[in-house]
């Protein structure tokens, strides 16, 4: 009883979640994520069997996309579709290959057409080159920067008879500007692509 009063009064809060998508149990192949968006063409990054292994899901998306003026952003996308597995956080990913975290906040990332959300930006140092990083979570009908509201959502979707998709979703480039400049590029790209994104996997119709 405790628990379903909890989940009644979580799902009254919802309004701390940007909502406002609607659900879809059909099967989502996110290799048809457009290539092309706006000014931006994206190209396939390779993806071994390890790393789908690790991650439990074969639904990974990695692509470099670059604009008309030659700039570069990684996207990635880790998809789970009605299931449980844990999602590997980016931290965890960046520090086993060498790296580490030398700064982490929360920033708005504010979209033309619907309300904006907020994510997670990592300043990331390492042998292998220093990256800005933003990632954020996705379900069938909420963005959000907090991994536990995420889990969260996609239980009150399940008990719904919803959906309990959900998405890791990263954007990052190689800091060779300043950090407002870096931040800069890759929030005017997530702008593009985020609402793209949410079509692609979550929403109901074409």
């Known amino acids: 009883l405790t628990l379903i009063v909890l989940l009644l009064i979580f799902i009254g809060l919802n309004s701390r979640f940007e909502t406002r998508l609607h659900a879809t149990n059909a099967a989502v192949d996110i290799s048809q994520i457009p290539l092309r968006i706006g000014e931006w063409t994206g190209k396939e990054l390779p993806i071994d069997q390890l790393t789908t292994d690790v991650l439990e899901t074969d639904s990974v998306l990695m692509r470099i996309y670059t604009n008309a003026q030659g700039k570069e952003v990684v996207l990635a996308i880790v998809y789970y579709q009605d299931n449980r597995v844990a999602l590997h956080l980016p931290e965890s990913c960046y520090s086993g290959s060498g790296s580490f975290i030398a700064a982490r906040d929360i920033v708005a990332i504010p ?96």
């Open 111 to 206: 979209l033309a057409d619907e309300a904006g959300f907020r994510a997670n930006r990592l300043t990331i140092r390492g042998n292998k080159g220093n990256q800005v990083a933003l990632y954020y979570f996705e379900t069938s009908n909420a963005r959000t920067s907090s991994y536990k509201d995420m889990r969260w959502q996609r239980m009150i979707n399940k008990v719904k008879s919803k959906s309990n998709n959900g998405a890791l979703i990263r954007f990052s480039t190689a800091s060779t500007r300043s950090p407002d400049e870096d931040l800069a590029l890759v929030k005017e790209f997530m702008k593009a692509m985020s609402p793209v994104l949410t079509h692609h996997l979550f929403d109901v119709g074409p």
